[in-house]
């Protein structure tokens, strides 16, 4: 999957992403809405 993918799937992305980087809220990842600057920005926050 590529990151253009991620981008137009975010809202069913979220689901997966909550599974796997449970750290993540469900703020976050409307804030993030598909940007992958601010997706390494959030998860590199929240687990060092």
Do not use: P
């Not at 599974?19 to 687990?47: C, F, M, P, S, V």
């Amino acid at each position: 999957m590529n990151w253009d993918q991620v981008e137009g799937n975010w809202k069913q992305f979220t689901g997966t992403s909550k599974e796997k980087w449970g750290k993540l809220t469900d703020d976050d990842l409307t804030a993030i809405a598909g940007q992958r600057t601010l997706l390494a920005g959030k998860l590199q926050e929240r687990y060092g």
